[in-house]
């Protein structure tokens, strides 16, 4: 099974993916922070190049001021990673250990990010599980609704330690190639053989329907002498990201809404001409916007400025 599932990656796996092709620990990190909640060819086209020409070494990030790192996120999303890897460089600016329980104790690496920068940087022989491995091994034990430890020692169980690297890649990708959520490809699949769930694949790995939440923002406007009033928000959503300030919704001052879509949240954004706010204020020239660190629902907010 181990030979099969290596020779299947080496015709098949993704080997072109950047992060696969460096000895780089932090390069590597890097990958793995930002592909937590987002597609992998997002990453590759609009983010981890340019992120990497910005603060090209640990010690680069861990100089630079927080602003500057979340505008290199602004529109990824999820920004909490953003400050945890800022934050995470700041402790350790050289290079990041190689010791599992080490690389725990530092901000928003948990117990995959761990196994994936000792798996994939440093080739130690560790199991990883992420959300793809999950649904290959789910399937191929036929387990229902399993604890994760029970999937890490499964996962434990069937690495290969004399290529635990290759495996755990080739694991990742035969969950995001060939097992898929739907209608997996079982006949392209190196597992076919032994797998325990291939006659009802779908029955392992039935997942919760997320609960999206409804949430209403009143946000006032205000440019003058080419510049916009913003706010440091403090809220967790977007914490230390610039926002537009909360106003008291009057209706005589609207001038637009749109929707916005952001992690659970189903955002319904009124924006009203302001001179007032109920927040702190500060001024930001329209034209350095770009390289401030704003959400991509401030830029959809552009077109009212
Ligand atoms: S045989 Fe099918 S269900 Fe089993 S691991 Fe392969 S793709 Fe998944």
Do not use: A, R
């Given at each position: 099974m181990k030979k099969k599932l290596l020779e299947w990656y080496k015709q098949h796996g993704r080997h072109s993916l950047p992060w696969r092709n460096t000895d780089d620990i932090y390069h590597v990190y890097l990958s793995e922070i930002m592909l937590q909640q987002t597609q992998v060819n997002r990453v590759m086209e609009e983010y981890y190049p340019q992120f990497l020409s910005k603060f090209p070494t640990l010690q680069a990030l861990a100089d630079a001021p927080q602003d500057d790192v979340l505008a290199a996120w602004?529109?990824?999303?999820?920004y909490s990673r953003a400050r945890n890897l800022h934050k995470t460089a700041k402790l350790s600016p050289l290079t990041l250990s190689q010791d599992e329980k080490e690389l725990l104790k530092l901000p928003g690496i948990g117990r995959y990010t761990a196994s994936a920068i000792c798996s994939?940087?440093?080739?130690?022989a560790v199991p990883v599980v992420d959300t793809n491995i999950a649904r290959v091994l789910k399937r191929y034990f036929a387990l229902i609704s399993p604890k994760d430890t029970t999937l890490w020692s499964k996962a434990t169980e069937i690495l290969n330690v004399e290529f635990p690297r290759a495996h755990n890649l080739a694991l990742m990708d035969l969950g995001s190639m060939v097992c898929l959520p739907k209608n997996p490809k079982c006949q392209e699949c190196p597992f076919q053989k032994h797998c325990l769930g291939k006659e009802e694949p779908e029955l392992y790995t039935q997942t919760k329907k997320t609960i999206y939440e409804s949430l209403e923002l009143f946000y006032g406007v205000c440019v003058k002498e080419n510049r916009v009033a913003l706010h440091y928000s403090t809220?967790?959503?977007?914490?230390d990201m610039l926002v537009l300030p909360r106003v008291e919704p009057l209706e005589e001052n609207f001038i637009g809404s749109f929707k916005h879509s952001y992690t659970k949240y189903r955002i319904t954004v009124n924006l009203y001409r302001a001179e007032e706010f109920l927040e702190d204020i500060v001024w930001v020239d329209l034209n350095e916007l770009k390289s401030a660190p704003i959400s991509s629902l401030i830029k959809k907010a552009q077109k009212y400025f």
């Open positions: 602004s529109g990824l999303g999820y994939f940087g440093y080739s130690q809220e967790k959503m977007y914490k």
